[in-house]
């Protein structure tokens, strides 16, 4: 099972914002998408339409759920074949700017090749689940989101942090996605979710400490 | 020997409507014996204890461990600040720190590392306004002589003047949480700056690897 699954990728933000006048970081974001024919099989929407599969997440307005691994062999097939994503992942976030990255994540990329992880996540968010505007926390380096189900308008929202309105809201399209460089300018907000969404969520996580990061 | 620690910013940036570039900063004071003994300047004047960094246009260079031992007990006796540290980030704005290292302070407790840096920086020597690794929780500076006016300077994103400058007294210095708006910068350095830098990571194990 998804032994097809495929990702590409679209660079749609790598700049920096006018207000930014010490060129700090820079807003990188792409869209993403998925292919694999298990993505568009009956069996997909059946299992994550499953009542005994879910775990309530507690974060935002408990109204998110997280999928329980082990509980569907189709879902946990999904988690295990994206984690062969990992070096496709660090590879856009080490070669796209490497000034940001050398910046932000100070060992040679060959070090976060071999000690980053990923941790796929599935989440159910139930009508009425929000997120107020937040950065990501200081573990996650780079973040993507992939709609499972047909997810309309409910993709995420990203903000610049003087302004009020949204620059860019993510696809809802099903196995489209958004990904984004956590460093600077990366705000973002899950609002109006008006029917239950499924997505699927991975994180590319700092590395363990290696004592060589101080050669002093 | 005691550091005194006394919060001077726990804000947002000015403009941040939406709260996520928060500001967290300290005065510090570090009262030790060690700062008033003559060895510390015959120490920190010798030529054979520094690596010049060419990176910084060896303007800027670092204590070679080891090579003294009385810069080697002082590095060492600040390390013994790190629960203090550990305290002070965690315990004094739990929804700041809590956007930055989102598990609780036992949970990073016993992987945080603390190495003491030495750093002499040359006349010219500068650092353009920046942002530290993400790999680093908290940052410390104490001066080790007095520096007069060449403190490091903390700026907004959207503005070229600077609206704190740290002190250059010896035995004080500063500490900064390392967010979205620890925005800092080194210039107008005159003279050889000597100070004790002191960052703060965190080290956490593969829980789902």
Redesign the interface.
Known sequence: MFDDLELTTNKIYDRYLD????K??PQLIWEMSLSSNDLNSEELLTELNREDIWALANRGNNLRYQYINGSSVLLDSLNQSFKKFRPQLIDLMFDTNKQVAS????MPKDHYLK?C?I?PIIYKDMPGYKM????D???I?LQTLFNLSENGSMGTEF?N????ESFYKGSGGKCKGVCFL???ES?HIIRDITDVRYILYVAVY????AKQ??G? | MTLEANKIFDEYVPRDIHHVQPILMWELEWKTDLLNDPQLETELAREDIWVMESHHRNLRGYYDRKSSKFLEKLAYEFTKYKQQFTDMVFDTNKRTIGHYWAKPKEYYSGHLFMPPIIYKDMPTFDMVPHIDSSHIMIQSIINLVDNGDMGTEFYYPDSHEPFYKSIGTKGKGGAFLNTHASIHGIRNITKPRYILYVPMFFAYQLETK
């Open positions: 207000k930014d006048l010490h700090l970081f910046q932000a994540w100070f000690n992880h941790d107020s505007v937040h950065k926390n200081s573990h380096m903000f942090s003087n302004e009020t956590n460093v600077g705000a700092m590395p363990t400490w990061w101080i002093s």
